[in-house]
Structures are given as C-alpha cells and as structure tokens.
C-alpha cells in the first residue's frame, strides 16, 4: 500500500514481470480500511512513516498498525537519526535557532521535518530522534521490541552500504 498512485503503477508493474502474486493498492496509512486485528505483522519500508507530515498524523497511523496487528503482532519499520551523523550537527544547531526565532521554512510543521529532493522529486521527511521514536510508539499502545541503527547490524554490501545509515525498529502489539 502506498498513497502514491503512481508507487502502486511501478511495484505492480515489478511484481507481474517477476509473476509474484502480489495485491497492491493506494492507501492512507492514517485511515486504512481493513478490519480490527486482520494483520499477524505491519511493515513501513525506507522510513516511510517519517514521510507522513505532521507529529498528531504519525501518531495516527501508528494507532492504526495497532488497531490492524493481532495480539502480539509485530511493526517493523525504520527511521533516520536526527543525531547520527556527526556531519550534520552543525546543520541540526542551525535549524535549532531557526525555529527558535520563527525562521524556519514556512512548509515544516515540526522540528526535524525537511523538505528534500529525492531521486528528482521534493519529498517530505521528519527525521526524530531515537527518544522521540520511542515515545511516539508508546503513545500508540505499541512496544518498542528492538531498535538498532542499520551498520551496527553487519556487514553491508555495497548495494546498500552507500546508503545514509537508519535506524532499524521493532515494534510489537501486546497481548
């Protein structure tokens, strides 16, 4: 499910040339309809719930993942790491004393949102800290399981290893 009509077009398009029976549909993660507990697992692939505006709206779709996981279903998603990159802790201050002084773009709704380009298209991305991660997945009635950030995992090829690091989460339903 992607709220991209045009994501849904290429991963059905991928899937039939594979011949992978794959149902694929648009969708709002903040209102989807499927029924209660219809789900054993829910996953948010290349930190797709950071690119959800707005905190109250990712909030959303997390009570939605746990309204459609059974009992002891399992979230897994990823994130990038406001602090991570020491490269960008100059960055991180700067924006800091913008939004301090009401400078900050005008398009942003919190602290961490960007506006990036993205293989030839602007694209939203709220990039958290570990901390506030957490609390929004407990706020969801979700508990954090694991989280680790991708390198500490091992080895990367270089197929991904180009890639800025993320964190990686695990998150579970209670029974």
Not at 149 to 159: I, K, Q, W
Request: with cysteine; glycine share 8%.
């Amino acid at each position: 499910m992607d709220l991209s009509h045009g994501m849904i077009e290429r991963a059905t398009s991928i899937a039939e040339q594979a011949v992978f029976l794959i149902p694929f549909e648009v969708g709002d993660a903040i209102s989807l309809e499927y029924g209660d507990e219809s789900f054993d697992g829910a996953l948010f692939s290349a930190q797709g719930l950071m690119c959800i505006p707005g905190g109250n709206n990712r909030l959303q779709a997390l009570c939605e993942v746990r309204r459609l996981l059974r009992p002891e279903g399992y979230f897994i998603f990823t994130t990038h790491e406001r602090y991570a990159a020491q490269e960008f802790a100059s960055f991180w201050e700067e924006e800091k004393a913008r939004w301090e002084q009401g400078a900050q773009d005008e398009r942003l709704l919190d602290f961490g949102d960007r506006i990036v380009m993205d293989s030839g298209t602007w694209t939203f991305l709220h990039i958290p800290t570990r901390d506030a991660v957490k609390k929004l997945v407990q706020e969801s009635g979700l508990i954090v399981v694991e989280d680790a950030m991708r390198s500490e995992l091992g080895p990367e090829s270089d197929a991904v290893g180009w890639l800025p690091d993320c964190r990686m989460w695990v998150a579970q339903r209670p029974s």
